[in-house]
Every structure is written in C-alpha cells, then in structure tokens.
C-alpha cells in the first residue's frame, strides 16, 4: 500500500470518527445544526455524540424512581456527571431535598410501626374478649380491675399468641407414632391400636400421614379455641361443673381430645390405604377405570 492510499484511509476514518450522531435519536449534525452536541463518557466513535436535550429525557427516564439515581452511559458504563447551577434559592431547596429524603426514608419504618401497634391492640382486645367470654363480664371486669394495667396489656395479648403456638404444635402425629410401635407388643389393646402396615416386600413404614400446615387454618382455628371451649363446656358439664373457668377448661380439653383422636383415626385409615396402593399395568381398560375413579371422586 503507497504512502498517498494510507494517508487517505486515515482521513476517512478521521472524518468518520468526527461525524455527530446522536445514539439516542439517530440524528446527526445536518439533520439539526442549531442542536446542542456532547460527549458526556469514555465512547469512541460517533458513539460517543449525543444531544443534549435527547440525554437530559433519558435520564429523567431513568430517575423515574427517584432524582438521586446515578445514572451512566449504558456502553461504556461511565456515570454521568450532573451538574446544577448555583441559584439563590439553593439552600431552602437543599434543605427541602433533605426534608424529603428523610421522611421517605422513614415511612416504611413509620408503617411498620403502625402495623405492630394495630396487631398489639387488636391482641389485646381479643385476648380482653376471651376472658370475658370464659369467666363472664361482670366477674371479668372486677378480676381486671385487681391487676395494675401494666400486667394487663403484658398479659392479654400473650392469649392469642399461646392459642396460636399451641395450634402448631401438632401432637396427634407423635402420639400416632408411639401407638404404631407400641401397639404389637401390648396383648390387650393390639387390636384396639393402630399398627404398622406391611408391604409386599416384607417391611414396614411408620411414617405418619402428616397434613400441610395451613396459616388461615392455624390462625382460625386457634382463635375460635376459646369460644368453641365455651359452648363445649355449657353443654357437657353445665350441670356438674359450678365454675365457668373449669367449665370451660373441661370443655376445651374434651374438644381437643375428640378432635385428636378423630384425626389420629383419618390419618391412619389414609396411611393403610396409602401402603396399601398398587401401581398396575397399563391398559385401556385400567386407564378408563382410573378416570371414572376420578369422576367419581370428583362427585363426591
């Protein structure tokens, strides 16, 4: 290549290299020649041109979120250097900005605090309702006036919060277990208590059939505890039982209990029946079975 070929290549690529266009826009120099052109990263190239007012919309696009939002070039991520003229109202608006700053800082922490004051009291006046409802409002109202209101807004909102933890605690499955191998070696009660199931192989599962926990079905049915405790009682032991605590302990144990064994029962069938489970061949006639099985089910 001769010396006049390689000094012309370097003029093509000079003026190549000296042509505006806005990678924003596209425009260039004569598209717009009143435009304002600048270079505000570490581009090469054409790409590093862009007009001024084509950059200031694609910053206010991405300060959407908020004005203190570095922003950089999205090529060479070089951020981009915002400058504001000084004014004589700059203070009060530094001093606005910092106003603003702040409370918008705080306001989730603000929330947070609403929301752990509204649960408290809405604690404490389940857990006032609850007392009410076990020993009656009149006998509630002077058992409550004994105590100082520091051990009153201490103690009623822990009564939901131990019906709460006390509903987690799902104990049907530990009993379950300690009958499953209990069970064999007790002559009495063998056929009374619930035993492992053997399989084909030979061997057996004691795994309990335990049912996924559910926090609408654990909220809901810890805090109905005390009414449905209430009405057990009434029923049950109205007659046997003077006191409307002990009525109401006898009747939530008696609840608890029932339903206890209830479950143990279900979870036991649905473990035999589970154990019991084949997998067969495939047919179309095992396939349509399966489906009206499904239909059914379904029905029911």
Known sequence: M???????QRNLVDNGNNVKQCWICFATEDDDSAAQWIQPCNCKGTTKWVHQGCLQQWVDEKQKSGRDVKV?????????????????????????D???????????????????????????TYGAITVMQVVGQAHAVEVMERFEPAVLLTGLPCIPVF????????????????????GPRLPVLRH?????????????SEAVITEEMSCTRVFTGALLLPTIATITGDILYKNTVRS?????????????????????????????????????????????????????????
């Open 2 to 8: 001769t010396d006049d070929s390689q000094q012309a």
């Open 72 to 96: 950089a070039c999205p090529q060479c991520k070089t951020e981009y250097i915002i400058f504001f003229p000084n004014t004589h109202t700059d203070k009060l608006v530094m001093f606005l």
């Open 98 to 124: 910092k106003v603003d700053a702040f409370v918008y800082k705080s306001c989730p922490f603000f929330a947070a605090g609403i929301m752990v004051g509204s649960l408290y009291w809405t604690a404490v």
């Open 163 to 182: 019906l709460i933890t006390f509903k987690m605690v799902q104990w049907e499955d530990s009993l379950l277990e300690f009958l499953r191998k209990a």
């Open 192 to 204: 009374f208590l619930p035993a492992p199931v053997t399989n084909e192989s030979g061997t057996n």
């Open 244 to 300: 409307a605590v002990q009525r109401t302990f006898l009747g939530g144990l008696t609840f608890i209990i029932v339903r206890g064994i209830i479950k143990m029962y279900h979870k036991q069938q649905v473990y035999k029946r589970i154990r019991r489970r084949r997998i067969l061949d495939y047919s179309p006639q095992s396939e349509d079975q399966v489906y009206e099985r499904r239909i059914e089910h379904i029905i029911l």
